[in-house]
């Protein structure tokens, strides 16, 4: 496996979801953390993995040029990629009692998973003339507009709507699904007829 390969650095695909890279980057840190015993090395090439696939973007790019954004070599923009695992100090981090690995791992990676993603379904009428809809996010309301021409897995990103930590927020992106019905009435089967007669 190359040192570059992200997907295979967390043991996922590259189809995998959000929370499955989430909970296989849980996994992998926790085998590998210092204090465990584990390879610091390892470590930081699975946090640097995680940064890049839990991005949307970084990770549209990753799967584009092979390189995250920023890195050196091929399909990257030069200047270095920014591990935020270099130079930690994992001498503090004790496993037994206390707050355990929940607690370390939020204080360590808390900017990451700070970023909220939820998937909303929407209708094809939603999605082709567009709507705009109410969402709880927590205690707070979100207004989702949703525009018209809307494609299955277009994400709107909410600033500063995500968990807090260290003092600031991170964001919400919000997935839409655009749901295709399975059953249905026979006004509706009706207009979507002259709906495909319409579009030739």
């Known amino acids: 496996m190359a040192a570059n390969d992200f997907y295979g650095l967390l043991g996922v695909s590259k189809s995998a ?12 840190a926790h085998e590998l953390h210092p204090d465990k015993g ?13 940064q890049t696939l839990s991005d949307p973007q970084k990770r549209s790019h990753y799967d584009t040029f092979g390189a995250a954004p920023g890195a050196g070599g091929p399909g990257g923009f030069g200047g270095g990629y920014s591990n935020q695992a270099e130079g930690f100090d994992f001498s503090g981090f004790g496993f037994g009692g206390g707050g355990g690995f929940g607690d370390i791992f939020s204080d360590m990676f ?12 929407i209708s094809v009428p939603q999605a082709v003339i567009g709507d705009r809809i109410e969402l709880r996010v927590g205690n707070e309301r979100v207004t989702l507009d949703i525009p018209a021409g809307t494609q299955d897995g277009q994400q709107i990103v909410f600033r500063g709507m995500g968990k807090s930590y260290r003092g600031g927020k991170g964001d919400l992106t919000i997935v839409l699904r655009v749901v295709i019905p399975r059953r249905l009435s026979r006004r509706e089967k009706e207009l979507y007829e002259e709906l495909k007669k319409l579009q030739g």
């Open 17 to 28: 979801s959000q929370d499955e890279i989430k909970r296989a980057f849980r996994k992998k």
């Open 38 to 50: 584990g390879d610091a090395e390892a470590f930081k090439k699975v946090n640097e993995a995680y």
């Open 110 to 121: 808390g900017a990451a998973l700070a970023n909220i993603q939820a998937e909303v379904q």
